[in-house]
């Protein structure tokens, strides 16, 4: 069974830093591509962060762009997301999951999600 | 970046219905298209992908269409347990977008 399991969220203060944790299991880790897309209580998705199977290529949402750094660890099967300078609008649940791209395409469609883990941003 | 819409924003209707939510995205992006369903408190679940694929253990009253610009989510048979927000996203590039969202509520 896949489990992704989220954590080091909390509340921090504006300017401050959280680094976020992703524990995965049940899966080959190395074979997929990861995903961080947080959620606002009461709206909807945004896409944050996402990174290759291998780690080299990393993407990001402007929002956060310059100040979210993805990463992972294929022999921990662990992937993380480094917040720093956070802002009042980052606050929102931050799930991670995970998707498979073939050599001929990649449909980004995120197959297993964790939980997620709560970023509560305010002074 | 490629921008998604949804209507309705929201809807309700009863057991039994046939409920159709439309996305469009502002540019072509083939049939590079997810949809997925958010409950309170739930992690939110895969239920297309690729536009029209049903993902491994969704019910089958569930189905997707369209290419191009313009898709569909369609419950053939709404059931109480249907009760979400709805969520469609592109993944025709690496900068992912999700459309607002519909939320769906059986009366």
């Known amino acids: 069974e896949v489990q992704l399991l989220e954590s080091g969220g909390g509340l921090v203060q504006p300017g401050g830093s959280l680094r976020l944790s992703c524990a995965a299991s049940?899966?080959?880790?190395?074979?997929?591509?990861m995903t961080w897309v947080r959620q606002v209580p009461g709206k909807g998705l945004e896409w944050v962060s996402g990174?290759?199977?291998?780690?080299?290529?990393?993407y990001y949402a402007d929002s956060v762009k310059g100040r979210f750094t993805i990463s992972r660890d294929n022999a921990q099967n662990t992937l993380y997301l480094q917040m720093n300078s956070l802002r009042a609008e980052d606050t929102a649940v931050y799930h991670c999951a995970n998707y498979h791209c073939s050599t001929s395409s990649c449909y980004r469609n995120f197959e297993s999600w964790g939980q997620g883990t709560l970023v509560t941003v305010s002074s | 970046d490629i921008q998604m819409t949804q209507s309705p924003t929201s809807l309700s209707a009863s057991v039994g219905d046939r409920v159709t939510i439309t996305c469009r995205a502002s540019q072509n992006i083939n049939n590079f298209l997810n949809w997925y369903q958010l409950k309170p408190g739930k992690a939110p679940k895969l239920l297309i992908f690729a536009a029209s694929s049903l993902q491994t253990g969704v019910p089958s009253r569930f189905s997707g269409s369209g290419s191009g610009t313009d898709f569909t989510l369609t419950i053939s048979s709404l059931r109480p347990e249907d009760s979400a927000t709805y969520h469609c996203q592109q993944g025709h590039n690496s900068l992912v977008t999700f459309g607002p969202g519909t939320e769906v509520d059986v009366k």
């Open positions: 049940g899966f080959t880790f190395s074979d997929y591509a």
């Open positions: 990174i290759g199977k291998d780690g080299i290529n990393t």
